[in-house]
């Protein structure tokens, strides 16, 4: 399993944590997500390899910036 770990900000509540859930989601490969608004903290998971550039840009979508830890 692949999983690659990036860095939020902008995030604050159980909502924004949704909100990224969300759009993230909808990413080629993406299994299992965690995200913490308290840490900043987003980890994908999936079997096959996940496009860093495509989660950035989900992230974005959701309204946060996102660099890959």
């Known amino acids: 399993m692949s999983t690659n770990e990036f860095?939020?900000?902008g995030m604050t509540c159980g909502h924004?944590?949704?909100?990224?859930r969300e759009e993230v989601g909808e990413?080629?490969?993406v299994e299992d997500i965690q995200v913490s608004?308290?840490?900043?903290?987003?980890?994908?998971?999936?079997?096959a390899q996940i496009d860093d550039a495509?989660?950035?840009?989900a992230v974005s979508e959701a309204g946060y910036q996102a660099v890959r830890v």
């Open 54 to 57: 495509a989660v950035i840009a």
């Open 7 to 9: 860095q939020v900000t």
């Open 27 to 29: 990413v080629a490969g």
């Open 37 to 47: 608004a308290q840490t900043g903290k987003l980890v994908v998971a999936g079997s």
């Open 16 to 20: 924004c944590e949704m909100s990224v």
